[in-house]
């Protein structure tokens, strides 16, 4: 197929788009882009509500005033799963103890009852999590080696790792400390999910900005936290490498980026590809190919395709993507049924293929095509 062909024929498609169905696995993810009063979650549509005067900068942050901003999210979004990852990039502009950036639970109207809480500096000075999820039975908590930054931003990530009754925290990417607890996540009664207020009265606001929050339904190992870590809040998979960076730049400013989660086993099936920075509703199509490749400005269009050989296209039900008022889509794809030009294949361990996000684009308000950059995956 000529890449005129290969042009028209995903123009043609996007008009067919769907719903796409979201497999478990990054079950949230704020990246507080845009502007407006709504935190959108690009992943599980657990979009909140900007509180106060909580402000949404336009360049992918939050920010806080440490008076009366909050975001409220939806409730049960601690509790949904009894194992679970949290995930933040914030830069904190300092304050007392116990401000939360998160806390998801309940209160009397003076103080919180069960909860789940990360904060930037507890008691002892360092950041910590707790958790209570028995009115009175104390809760239980981890600490890190230090308080956050009040000049720059850092990383926490909060695993709760039910199955080995373990809750774990780590700074900046890397492991602090753990607690044995018999607490499942399934007990909270978390009716209030909040990101920068306590369900306590007394307790201060956060004051400072936060780029990403992200919530997994499986414990991340100590390398994908890292991983994660050294990515970036702007990178959005632990899967695979990323190559043809950076893709040309679209109209929301930025560059189109794909990564991937879940993982790269072909038994466990539960790869996710996820793109960022698509424009605002423009229709969106996961590509895929072994072999990698440069075309510069396929038919006129200021972007690059970075596949070549046979590119499937994933076009089925449900897999042609919208971006929404939230810029980015994602794809949970199955690998028993893998799109080629010659029909559907099951990928085999030790294979490697390469994925790509085509895309609706404009330039001085002529409608075009764009593409995100490339990933490649190696299957085991």
């Known amino acids: 197929m000529s890449r005129l062909a290969l042009q028209s024929s995903l123009l043609c498609l996007a008009a067919l788009s769907g719903a796409s169905e979201a497999r478990a696995q990054l079950i949230h993810r704020w990246s507080f882009d845009g502007t407006g009063t709504t935190a959108f979650d690009s992943v599980g549509g657990a979009h909140g509500a900007l509180m106060g005067g909580a ?34 990039w914030f830069d904190w502009a300092g304050g007392g103890s116990n401000i939360r950036i998160i806390d ?16 930037p500096r507890a008691s002892n000075g360092n950041a910590a999590a707790y958790i209570q999820t028995t009115l009175g039975g104390g809760s239980k908590k981890v600490w890190a080696n230090s308080p956050a930054s009040s000049t720059g931003t850092t990383h926490l990530a909060l695993v709760y790792d039910s199955p080995n009754d373990e809750m774990r925290i780590y700074f900046d ?31 201060p606001y956060y004051r400072g900005s936060v780029t990403e ?6 414990d991340l190992s100590t390398a994908e936290i890292a991983a994660s870590y050294a990515a970036g809040p702007d990178s959005i998979g632990t899967i ?53 490749g440069f075309h510069l ?70 409608a075009t095509s764009n593409f995100s950059d490339a990933l490649e995956v190696t299957f085991q």
Request: net charge negative.
């Open 104 to 119: 998801f639970g309940d209160n009397n109207g003076t103080a919180g009852l069960t909860y789940l809480i990360l904060t």
């Open 240 to 292: 695979g490498i990323s190559y043809c960076q950076p893709a040309a730049a679209n109209l929301t400013g930025f560059a189109a980026t794909l990564g991937a989660n879940g993982s790269a086993s072909v038994a466990n099936n539960d790869l996710v590809l996820q793109a960022a920075h698509v424009p605002q509703h423009s229709f969106a199509i996961f590509l895929t190919s072994r072999t990698q």
């Open 297 to 366: 400005n396929p038919s006129g269009g200021p972007g690059y395709l970075c596949l070549a050989g046979g590119i499937g296209r994933y076009v089925g039900p449900g897999q042609i993507q919208n971006a929404g008022a939230a810029e980015q889509v994602s794809l949970a794809i199955d690998l028993t049924d893998h799109p080629t030009p010659n029909g559907l294949v099951s990928v085999m361990p030790g294979e490697t293929w390469n994925f790509q996000l085509w895309y609706r684009d404009a330039v001085g308000g002529v």
């Open 55 to 88: 402000t949404l900068t336009g360049t992918g942050a939050l920010t806080f005033d440490g008076v009366d901003d909050y975001v409220a999210l939806p409730s049960g979004i601690g509790s949904a799963y009894e194992t679970q990852t949290f995930e933040i």
């Open 213 to 218: 929050l992200r919530v997994f339904n499986y």
């Open 173 to 203: 990417g890397t492991y602090q400390s753990s607690v044995t607890l018999a607490e499942n996540l399934s007990q909270l009664n978390d009716v209030n999910c909040w990101i920068g207020r306590s369900n306590w009265s007394t307790d």
